[in-house]
């Protein structure tokens, strides 16, 4: 075991901070000169209308865009051009607005694929499917196997997950995020979609993720329900800006939210 | 209640997949007996063209079963030689979506460089090593200059793209080792030859070694290609990366790193595949034709699937032969170069997504 190269963050810490980033495709701002931090072991919500760059945002931060001015730091370090693999080796999971899962294969292969960083031995080793491989393929069938049934998909292990029903699906994703045992887990519209019950069942997966796992998570939402019940600070872009930023509390009676959701008379 | 549950016990007399399962053989043995009846009854006469055609090859196969035992077991070895080729190209398909116009060169440069390296006074089974070396070489190099610069490009792009590699390797291939054509280095890499004859059905079937070596070593290779895909790290790592691009990025897998390993599989299946066929015949660039034999196995068992293209590939060479055999005299013989194609096309036509296509689940 090496040492972490990393400070050890204690809760509270500031874990991923964005610093004035800015992102364009030609002529189209997505984002401009945004802010904000994430502390160790929050809940943080990331609002806005349609087309106010959220997306853009959690993509630059676990590294498909690369801001195009300003710096992200995640855990006290400046990162340059860093790439997908990378900010997932540096402990970002994410899941996707439309679902993003390996249709073909398994529940349970889809959730062992979350695994791929935890395991290392060669392709000798591999190949043959025995000693040190097959020591380690067991030892995470055994960390899956927890994560299936804290989510409680048992009865979907072996499903293809093409066939599975929409709000599965999105249980699936959020077990393979899960799997990487993430310092940061990023939800894209991790109930969208969904029925009440559906909401309320990964509500309170997000809860137990946050409080059992101590994982601090970052999570756009659309429905302010749940997104008043279940973070505590929001920050709320429009049109690439960031508008407001504070408690949910705060952010709901603030003017220019109020103007952005509701609009304005002009 | 009682209404449903009597819906549910009124089954069919014979289970429904039973029947769906008969139906195609049900189909063959009423045709077969409706031909018996009207060769009996004297509607088709002997030597006319529907007997010869629909009639004869099949009293021929029943009179003499030691040359359909011989015929199929041509077949089959050269199937499973086909699956093996086919599996290069499923490897690549797989992973990264590109149909590698390059395979069979692929085979024909891994051949040389084996056969090239032995003629330069290397032992033959270092050369064999070094031949691996140079196929990993090979992969890394395909990934830095054509893969990665090209990524996020159409797919055509990156077809017309293993052209260039195509026409590259033929041209790198000519000058190291000169066009004319070498013989595979059997004996050195412990190859069996020879022939034993068998009697079976008071006839005789002649079984060359060397075909059960080829049988017995690329179903071994297909064998422990298939497990590994199946159900280890990379292989999962594999699939998720043919399934979706992002989401594979999302869990750290480095979709640079998988291109090599499957560009690297490809190459030592070309290598063997070139042993193989090289053995059977030369090492030549005639030998990249072969590869052109694995599309009509491409097209029955999917581009997808493993189990596909070993199946696909049986069929292919099982059919061929049969063909060649027993039909091909009535078109004058060689039907061999082409009638895999029209097998695939008279599948094609029934099931076009092949025989273990992925199916495309997709919501709307």
Excluded at chain 2, 80 to 102: D, E, P, Q, R
Excluded at chain 2, 204 to 219: F, M, N, S
Aim: aromatic share 8%.
């Amino acid at each position: 075991m090496r040492a972490p190269d990393h400070p050890i963050l204690a809760k509270g810490d500031v874990l991923l901070a964005v610093e004035n980033v800015s992102l364009g495709f030609g002529g189209v701002k997505a984002l401009s000169d945004v802010s904000f931090d994430i502390r160790k072991g929050e809940i943080r919500a990331i609002i806005g209308p349609n087309g106010a760059g959220k997306t853009s945002m959690l993509n630059c931060i676990n590294g498909f865009y690369h801001p195009t001015d300003g710096r992200i730091m995640f855990q006290g370090k400046t990162r340059l051009k860093m790439r997908p693999s990378e900010a997932a080796r540096g402990g970002i999971a994410r899941t996707f607005q439309n679902v993003a899962l390996f249709k073909g294969m398994s529940t349970l292969d889809n959730i062992m694929a979350g695994r791929s960083l935890k395991m290392k031995t060669g392709f000798f080793w591999q190949l043959f499917r025995h000693g040190p491989a097959m020591r380690e393929e067991v030892e995470n069938r055994k960390v899956v196997e927890g994560i299936i049934d804290f989510l409680e998909i048992q009865h979907i292990r072996k499903v293809p997950v093409g066939k599975l029903p929409y709000g599965l699906q999105k249980r699936v994703e959020l077990g393979r995020a899960l799997a990487m045992e993430p310092q940061l887990l990023l939800l894209d519209e991790p109930m969208a979609g969904m029925n009440l019950e559906e909401k309320e069942d990964m509500s309170r997966f997000i809860l137990d993720v946050n409080q059992q796992f101590g994982t601090t998570i970052a999570l756009i939402e659309h429905d302010m329900g749940v997104v008043m019940d279940l973070s505590d600070r929001v920050v709320v872009l429009e049109y690439g800006r960031k508008i407001a930023d504070g408690k949910p509390e705060e952010v709901k009676r603030d003017q220019r939210v109020i103007d952005a959701y509701l609009g304005v008379a002009h | 209640m009682a209404d449903s549950a009597a819906v549910a016990s009124r089954k069919p007399l014979i289970d429904r997949r039973v029947t769906k399962a008969l139906r195609v053989p049900l189909i063959l043995a009423g045709i077969a007996i409706l031909l018996v009846l009207l060769v009996q009854g004297g509607v088709i006469a002997r030597g006319n063209l529907v007997y010869n055609v629909l009639v004869d090859p099949f009293v021929l196969m029943v009179e003499a079963p030691d040359l359909l035992l011989q015929t199929l077991w041509e077949g089959l070895v050269a199937g499973v030689l086909y699956a093996l080729i086919a599996l290069g190209f499923v490897l690549i398909y797989k992973a990264s979506g590109v149909f590698n116009f390059a395979q069979g060169i692929m085979v024909v440069f891994a051949a040389l460089t084996l056969v090239g390296l032995h003629e330069k006074g290397v032992p033959a089974f270092l050369a064999l090593g070094l031949a691996i070396g140079v196929m990993f070489l090979l992969a890394v190099a395909v990934e830095r200059v054509v893969l990665r610069p090209l990524v996020n490009q159409p797919d055509i792009i990156l077809f017309m793209a293993t052209f260039g590699l195509t026409y590259f390797l033929v041209g790198l291939g000519e000058s190291i080792f000169g066009g004319n054509p070498k013989v595979m280095i059997t004996d050195q890499l412990f190859l069996p030859r020879g022939a034993t004859d068998l009697e079976v059905f008071g006839g005789r079937v002649t079984i060359q070694h060397l075909d059960v070596a080829a049988a017995v070593i690329a179903t071994i290779m297909i064998a422990v290609l298939a497990v590994f895909f199946q159900y280890t790290r990379i292989g999962r790592a594999l699939r998720a990366v043919a399934d979706s691009h992002k989401a594979a990025l999302s869990v750290g897998i480095s979709l640079n790193q998988i291109w090599v390993v499957v560009w690297f599989a490809a190459g030592v299946v070309a290598l063997v595949t070139g042993i193989m066929w090289g053995a059977r015949s030369d090492v030549s660039f005639a030998l990249e034709i072969i590869a052109f034999k694995a599309l009509p196995v491409l097209i029955l068992g999917g581009f997808t699937s493993i189990p596909g293209a070993i199946i696909g590939g049986l069929i292919i060479g099982i059919g061929e032969k049969l063909g060649e055999f027993y039909w091909g005299p009535l078109l004058g013989g060689g039907i061999e170069t082409w009638f895999a194609y029209v097998i695939a096309l008279i599948f094609l036509l029934f099931r076009p997504q092949g025989l273990f296509g992925e199916k495309i689940i997709e919501r709307v």
